[in-house]
């Protein structure tokens, strides 16, 4: 099976588990309840519920050990996005193909539909805890998203506009806002499953890498692919004279950077041999966008 044919596979399960989610979880008040749907249904690839699923068989379990995990992933991730795209920060009017959240409903339903889906995050992977390793994930995961972690990444992106941040500044950025999710995904499933530290400090590694490739990705695509193919408005990294390592570095030494991350990602989980398989041929997904 390919990895397209995993992504759509892993994709289809867990778009299943976020409308029986949303099923068995009415609103009391229904525009929120629409808002936040609108957030999360219909949503991109998955990539990050996927890893998540990944990390699970990864470690011997199934998939619907770590539903909840995937679920909480999907709704920090889709958050971020709808605060991303508020006024006050990025003002994107379009995202996966349509208007953003605060475009549909408004900017301050905006705000709550993106309050909202945090909340619902940490609801619904606490209430499947049931030890340790449970507790230790979600902490995880939750650190991974936070001001050390994603929103600090954002506070490096938004308050440095129209600075120049240096190349490990903005290298820290990418980190940070990136693939800090990325790794609250993966690792934070192979805590939940009772992952050992060398397993835990080695997908660190790798998914620190997927999270930079991807940002380095993105940015060469905004320069170069459309508003049609990548779902969003492309160009305003330029527009709004982002920090980018592409704009510091050129394209020549961004797409050699890629390569090179993606060496170090293949090194360090080639020892797990077949069972790291999915893990090779993601990286090499990710890579391959720029084809």
């Not at 409903?105 to 619904?124: I, S, Y």
């Not at 950025?173 to 009772?194: Q, W």
Request: hydrophobic letters at 35%; aromatic letters at 8%; glycine letters at 8%.
């Amino acid at each position: 099976m390919s990895i397209q044919e995993k992504m759509k596979q892993y994709a289809e399960h867990f778009n299943g588990v976020l409308e029986e989610y949303f099923a068995s979880q009415p609103t009391k008040v229904d525009l929120i309840g629409q808002a936040v749907q609108y957030s999360i249904v219909d949503g991109g690839k998955r990539i990050r519920p996927m890893l998540v699923y990944m990390g699970a068989e990864f470690c011997g379990k199934d998939m619907a050990s770590v539903d909840s995990l995937a679920l909480g992933i999907e709704m920090i991730h889709s958050y971020s996005l709808v605060h991303d795209d508020l006024p006050c920060m990025d003002n994107d009017e379009l995202r996966r193909g349509k208007p953003t959240t605060h475009k549909k409903f408004g900017e301050a339903m905006g705000v709550l539909a993106g309050d909202g889906l945090l909340n619902l995050a940490f609801e619904t992977m606490l209430e499947n805890v049931s030890n340790k390793c449970d507790i230790q994930a979600i902490s995880y995961m939750a650190k991974c998203s936070g001001i050390n972690g994603m929103i600090g990444g954002q506070v490096l992106d938004i308050f440095n506009t129209d600075k120049q941040l240096s190349v490990e500044d903005i290298w820290l950025l990418n980190s940070l806002k990136t693939s800090c999710l990325i790794k609250a995904a993966l690792v934070g499933s192979c805590i939940k499953c009772g992952a050992d530290e060398q397993v835990v400090s080695d997908m660190e590694r790798y998914a620190e890498n997927m999270g930079i490739i991807f940002q380095l990705v993105d940015d060469i695509l905004d320069v170069h692919s459309t508003t049609e193919i990548m779902g969003k408005t492309v160009g305003k990294d330029n527009e709004q004279n982002k920090n980018t390592y592409l704009s510091r570095v050129g394209e020549e030494k961004t797409r050699k950077t890629i390569q090179e991350l993606y060496e170090d990602s293949i090194d360090c989980v080639k020892k797990y041999g077949n069972k790291a398989k999915g893990f090779v041929e993601f990286a090499k997904y990710l890579t391959a966008r720029l084809s």
